[in-house]
């Protein structure tokens, strides 16, 4: 038959067959786990008759309510949503470059959006960090857009810009901190490490308004994303405008990392990380490996909150610290596996 | 509908300080298959390049079909003519089956899109090509005459009117060498329009209806193979003295490389 030979064609099919399940029980478990655990635990059955209060179902308990409504819940969503957004947009960066190793806040996007994001809270509290995290960190795209056309010629030379421009920048988030009113704008290693410590529904509501706009936009290219594999030049002899499609994608990467910036800080290497793992299990095409990259990253970001709040308790740690742990040496294999580093 | 399926006029191109292209004229008919031949260095593949649309002349126009190609937007030039180029990228971790699906990608909006048709258009390019069996294999673990053959899949599924190729033979051995010859003859007897650079001067003298002899950016002789393939023509476009016989069973002309010295002393003994 026609069917079959098509069909067996797809070598991811049966790993894709149960990744979905585990990866949403996965999210699940890391969800109640992350609300029930803490400075204060919560049993689970608090939890969950709380959740079903919310939905009309009994009557929550009081004190349970107000940590596990009032400051988990939107710490998980937010977590969640940051995660899922730098998985995405980790996917896709690497796909238009042709290369594992990129990653938005490798590049240099995570501190040109934590400038953006300092300067904005002086200007307008936590909508302004969220929108000057977004305009900053399209600029910083903008400015990668320069390095990134020699991509297919030397994409090592990409990084090592990106890894150089993110220096400067890191550099530059210290200045505008240190010379700013310590009350009013975070300190230095909540934008460079990253940290959930500070969400609310409020930040959740602003950042999902941006995110929500970018990433949807994004996913309209997965198709078009594949083609990059093949080279520019054969993209564009298929149909595809890559000038476009590039800035356009840049644009997309540039204002969601930013947003995701201005919300909690740079939470580092998820982006990286997440794409190289999801791969083996759903395979290359981005139809399947940007939604894979979602769940992902959020399930990572989630996790590496839970740890970052309980590791060290009563201390808590930035998540990004956690990320950066883990992913550093994935990034470190991966480079020394390249044959032309 | 026009009779031509392209047509180029007065192409001039500089880069770098030097003229490329120099007034260049060249058309094709559908179900025409024209080689485009010349030594290193002679434009062939800058040549091909404008006319895919990849480079954009200094003076001249280019039409293909209906389309000028300077008003066409990819994905209305990518209806209309596909490009095998060389040195393409060899690690690309989709399978055999993605890449050639890849070639439907400029009709995904078309008003009469559909899976069957898709599914279908993908079959026949495997099947000509001889790529079914490596349709779940991952492209960068094959070989290259595996690799060129499913490119050439892929430039079949895409169903243009105008196919562009450059050394679309090279990678191969003898057999597949003819094998992809072969498609190309039948992309012509489908009605399209074939224009592809090679080396081999008795693949062109066997499978194209024309020949375009390039010599330093200027088109030096076209015409039919039995016309362009003439030895004392050759020997000075190519500087290697060559002599033209007819092929022993194709009757086609059979072109050979000589001795500078006309063989009076051969660079290794003759075997007894």
């Known amino acids: ?341 | 509908m026009p009779d031509q399926a392209f047509i180029a006029t007065g192409l001039r191109y500089t880069a770098g300080g030097s003229a490329l292209i120099k007034e260049v004229d060249l058309s094709g008919a559908p179900g025409e298959v024209i080689a485009v031949l010349g030594p290193n260095g002679a434009g062939k593949s800058t040549l091909l390049r404008l006319l895919a649309g990849d480079l954009r002349p200094d003076s001249g126009s280019i039409r293909i079909g209906d389309l000028t190609i300077d008003d066409a937007t990819p994905v209305e030039l990518a209806k209309v003519r596909s490009v095998m180029r060389q040195g393409g990228n060899t690690d690309i971790p989709f399978t055999a089956l993605a890449v050639v699906e890849m070639g439907r990608y400029p009709h995904r909006n078309d008003p009469d899109a559909s899976l069957e048709k898709d599914r279908a258009a993908i079959q026949v390019a495997m099947e000509r090509t001889d790529t079914i069996h490596l349709a779940g294999r991952v492209f960068a673990t094959l070989s290259g005459g595996e690799q060129t053959r499913v490119v050439m899949a892929r430039i079949m599924a895409q169903e243009s009117p105008v196919v562009f190729l450059d050394e679309p033979t090279t990678a191969l051995d003898v057999a597949h060498q003819e094998r992809v010859l072969r498609e190309i003859r039948r992309l012509a007897a489908d009605g399209r329009c074939v224009v592809a650079v090679f080396h081999d001067l008795n693949a062109a003298s066997f499978y194209a209806d024309r020949i375009v002899l390039m010599a330093n950016g200027e088109v030096r002789a076209e015409g039919t193979p039995t016309r362009v393939l003439h030895p004392d023509l050759l020997g000075s476009v190519y500087r290697q003295p060559m002599v033209v016989q007819t092929h022993p069973t194709r009757g086609c002309p059979l072109v050979l490389t000589v001795d500078e010295d006309g063989g009076l002393s051969p660079p290794r003994s003759p075997q007894m």
Do not use: C
């Open chain 1, 1 to 341: 038959m026609a069917e079959a030979w098509y069909q067996s064609a797809d070598l991811y099919r049966h790993r894709r067959r149960w990744f979905w399940p585990v990866v949403i029980i996965a999210l699940l478990a890391a969800a109640l786990g992350s609300l029930a655990a803490g400075a204060v635990d919560v049993p689970l059955r608090d939890v969950v008759s709380v959740l079903t209060s919310k939905i009309g179902i009994g009557n929550a308990p009081v004190q349970p309510e107000s940590v596990v409504w009032g400051i988990r819940m939107p710490r998980l969503l937010l977590g969640f949503t940051v995660g899922a957004t730098l998985g995405l947009v980790g996917a896709m960066l690497q796909g238009l470059l042709r290369n594992d190793l990129a990653d938005p806040h490798l590049l240099g996007i995570g501190p040109g959006a934590a400038i953006g994001a300092a300067l904005g809270t002086v200007a307008g509290g936590v909508r302004g960090a969220i929108a000057g995290g977004v305009l900053a960190g399209v600029l910083t795209s903008f400015a990668l857009r320069r390095f990134a056309r020699r991509a297919s010629i030397d994409p090592t030379r990409v990084i090592l810009s990106g890894v150089a421009l993110g220096a400067v920048l890191s550099a530059w988030v210290g200045f505008v901190v240190f010379g700013a009113d310590r009350a009013t704008v975070p300190p230095i290693e909540f934008w460079l490490l990253g940290s959930l410590a500070g969400a609310t529904w409020r930040i959740l509501g602003t950042s999902f308004f941006f995110l929500l706009v970018t990433v949807g936009g994004l996913l309209t290219a997965t198709r078009t994303l594949d083609l990059f594999a093949l080279g520019e030049s054969e993209a564009r002899h298929l149909g595809v405008d890559t000038r476009l499609v590039t800035t356009m994608i840049l644009i997309g990467v540039g204002a969601a990392a930013g947003a995701t910036v201005g919300a909690v800080g740079v939470v580092s290497f998820v982006g990286l990380l997440v794409p190289f793992l999801v791969r083996p299990l759903v395979g290359y095409s981005h139809r399947h490996l940007l939604p894979a990259a979602m769940l992902v990253g959020g399930l990572f970001v989630v996790l590496g909150d839970l740890v970052a709040r309980i590791a060290l308790e009563p201390v808590e740690i930035p998540v990004g610290l956690v990320t950066a742990a883990v992913g550093g040496p994935v990034f470190l294999w991966l480079l020394s596996r390249r044959r032309d580093a």
